[in-house]
């Protein structure tokens, strides 16, 4: 049956400004780098990314490599795109990156125009697209002149390609020197995605002031740091968890006795706030106005919905705020 989205999705989420842009986008955003592949069921990727557009998520987040293989999640949200989101473009936010390996040889990895290029053009047939909204240089990449990579960037949005250009994972002065030479180009910078977490707060050293001074917009990825911040491993490792399985990029390794012991006490917090520790994961990042989208990625409707529960209760006292942040140090 064709799909038709729900009528009142946009009342039903809640839109902050990029920084300093024109360009809003949903406080929650869905991100395709696990469960969208090749591997996964595709009907239950497709059915998350219609109920996320339902629920008024605008922005979906991909890149070359996502899958495995690399490039299905293109791929497949390329078909959910063709078949369910044809007439629905001008209301999404899509991003692609390249930065990281995504074919042998010289020119399929780092940050020269080479690859940006191609890798962009890629990117968009798979997904059948004219344009990406954003393109990100995925991470920094010390073997290419910044200028090289930036005029890349530059290159794409003046062909149409791109509307915004972003940075990922790049360092607060890495950032820095990227910011300027792209405002020197024409092509600012929209927006920063690191990880950022409960478990990894390195953004709050300097990277966040870098991207408030700057008018930048900050969304973060692995917020649930890929699932250990809910209630996923609470009793053990299951079989069909990121931790769990063998495609995925968190080990059972990770999920150490002692962050355990944290994660169990934080869902504590969370059931006395009448949460669950996911929700309050994502309203611990938003509650900074730098942080505009708080990027999830999920394996089930079940826990989009979940994470969506989470804007219900925002609100931080500042007792709870010292009890996590005593947990956190
Ligand atoms: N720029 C970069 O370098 C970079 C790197 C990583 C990610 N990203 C972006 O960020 C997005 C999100 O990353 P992520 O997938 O690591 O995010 P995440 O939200 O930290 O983790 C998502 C995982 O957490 C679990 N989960 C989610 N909601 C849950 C809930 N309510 N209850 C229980 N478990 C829940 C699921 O794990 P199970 O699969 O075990 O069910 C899900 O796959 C990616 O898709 C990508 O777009 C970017």
């Known amino acids: 049956m064709a799909y038709v989205p729900i009528r009142n999705r946009y009342e039903l989420m809640s839109f902050n400004h990029c920084g300093r842009s024109g360009l809003k986008l949903p406080a929650i955003s869905l991100g395709l780098w696990h469960n969208f592949g090749g591997v996964d069921p595709y009907e239950t990727g497709r059915r998350i990314v219609r109920r996320a557009f339902d629920a008024g998520i605008t922005h979906f987040d991909l890149a070359n490599n996502y899958g495995p293989p690399g490039g299905s999640a293109e791929i497949n949200f390329g078909r959910m795109l063709a078949t369910d989101f044809k007439s629905l473009r001008d209301e999404m936010i899509i991003s692609t990156k390249a930065?990281?390996?995504?074919?042998p040889g010289p020119y399929g990895d780092g940050g020269s125009r080479k690859y940006l290029i191609s890798s962009l053009?890629?990117?968009?047939?798979r997904m059948g697209l004219d344009y990406v909204d954003i393109f990100y240089h995925h991470r920094f990449d010390q073997?290419?002149?910044?200028?090289?990579t930036l005029m890349a960037l530059d290159h794409i949005v003046r062909q149409g390609k791109a509307l915004y250009v972003g940075l990922s994972n790049y360092s607060a002065e890495q950032t820095e020197e990227a910011v300027?030479?792209?405002r020197k180009l024409g092509t600012p910078c929209l927006i920063h995605q690191p990880r950022y977490s409960m478990l990894d707060r390195h953004v709050e050293e300097s990277l966040l002031d870098v991207l408030d001074k700057h008018g930048i917009g900050c969304i973060a990825y692995s917020p649930l740091a890929q699932g250990m911040l809910t209630d996923?491993?609470?009793?053990?490792?299951?079989?069909d968890s990121r931790a769990g399985k063998s495609t995925g990029f968190l080990k059972k390794e990770d999920i150490k006795p002692d962050i355990l012991q944290r994660i169990l006490k934080l869902n504590d917090v969370a059931r006395e706030r009448g949460q669950?520790?996911?929700q309050m994961a994502i309203v611990w990042?938003?509650?900074?106005?730098?942080?505009?989208?708080?990027?999830?990625?999920a394996s089930s409707i079940q826990q989009l919905e979940n994470n969506l529960q989470a804007l219900d209760h925002k609100h931080f006292e500042q007792a709870e705020l010292d009890k996590i942040n005593q947990l956190l140090n």
């Open 99 to 103: 930065g990281y390996y995504m074919w």
């Open 121 to 125: 053009d890629k990117s968009l047939q």
């Open 143 to 148: 073997d290419t002149p910044l200028e090289e």
């Open 180 to 182: 300027a030479i792209l």
């Open 232 to 239: 996923r491993y609470l009793k053990g490792i299951p079989e």
């Open 276 to 278: 669950s520790l996911a």
């Open 285 to 297: 990042l938003l509650k900074d106005p730098r942080v505009t989208s708080v990027l999830v990625g």
